[in-house]
């Protein structure tokens, strides 16, 4: 029997490629999304076909309620609103001085909040309360325990970073943490910048990162200030081998359920 996959906003850029991995790795996945099965730059890939793509809001649970009482194994929340930095300026120009200066500035002097924090709210955290919320009502006629899992993000990032942004991923963090038992087994993935060939504003700026990576590591290595960019690929492997390994693992594992970047890869 193969294994469910429910993923909301299949449709993304990190979506598509865990709707592909699982696929590939033999799960019967189901995406939801506004849109539906997403626009493809060519040819639908093959993979794409053996998707079940639904049009579904998670702001309104009776658009997706019903696929919530389907026997799922997992149920992946990939929805949010993504940052917005001054690091595409100093990529540009390649300034890897500037990125590490930039990631200090920002754990001593976070940016004050602006227009786009009830954007991060409502995208990054009521998005998600609300599934939950629906996942708990729906608890008593439920006879198996999913894995559930959020995408979040990694609290070491190098650029200047609007707070509510990481607070909005936090906040969904613990609302996942504090309402999971004994309905479902939770998963938190905390990916840094992701690129791939796909999206070529992700190149440069994975490159520059990388850089300052290693370059931070040799003036300042007992301080984290650069997360590793990582291939969208990676944390897409590295998410279905969570679920994967959790599944397999229930009853066997008390380990915190939060994958960093290095931890993804090390699946």
């Given at each position: 029997m193969s294994k469910s996959l429910l993923i909301f906003g299949g449709g993304?850029?990190?979506?598509?490629?865990?709707?592909?991995?699982?696929?590939?790795?033999?799960?019967k996945v189901t995406s939801v999304s506004r849109s539906g099965s997403p626009q493809f730059r060519s040819n639908i890939p093959y993979w794409a076909t053996k998707i079940k793509w639904e049009s579904g809001d998670l702001f309104d649970p009776s658009s997706y309620s019903h696929l919530l009482k389907e026997?799922?194994?997992?149920?992946?929340h990939s929805v949010g609103a993504y940052l917005e930095g001054n690091y595409k300026?100093?990529?540009k120009k390649g300034e890897l001085f500037g990125l590490l200066?930039?990631?200090?500035?920002?754990?001593?002097?976070?940016?004050?909040?602006n227009s786009r924090d009830n954007t991060y709210n409502k995208l990054n955290f009521q998005s998600f309360k609300i599934l939950i919320d629906e996942l708990?009502?729906?608890?008593?006629?439920?006879?198996?325990?999913p894995v559930v899992g959020y995408v979040s993000a990694s609290p070491i990032l190098p650029i200047?970073?609007?707070?509510?942004?990481l607070n909005s991923k936090r906040a969904s963090e613990q609302y996942l943490l504090t309402n999971s038992h004994p309905n479902y087994k939770?998963?938190?993935?905390?990916?840094?910048?992701?690129?791939?060939?796909?999206?070529s504003l992700t190149l440069p700026l994975a490159g520059a990162l990388s850089a300052a990576n290693t370059l931070q590591t040799m003036i300042c290595k007992d301080i984290n200030l650069v997360s590793k960019?990582?291939?969208?690929?990676?944390?897409?492997?590295?998410?279905?081998?969570?679920?994967?390994?959790?599944?397999?693992?229930?009853?066997?594992?008390?380990?915190?359920?939060?994958?960093?970047?290095q931890k993804l890869i090390n699946l």
């Open positions: 993304g850029f990190l979506g598509q490629n865990i709707c592909k991995l699982a696929t590939l790795n033999g799960w026997p799922h194994q997992a149920i992946v300026d100093q990529v200066r930039s990631a200090i500035q920002s754990k001593l002097n976070p940016s004050p909040a708990n009502k729906q608890s008593g006629e439920r006879t198996f325990k200047d970073v609007n707070p509510n942004y939770p998963l938190i993935f905390q990916p840094g910048l992701m690129y791939s060939d796909e999206r960019p990582l291939h969208v690929n990676q944390v897409a492997e590295g998410i279905v081998k969570a679920i994967d390994q959790t599944l397999i693992n229930e009853e066997k594992t008390s380990e915190a359920p939060i994958f960093t970047p």
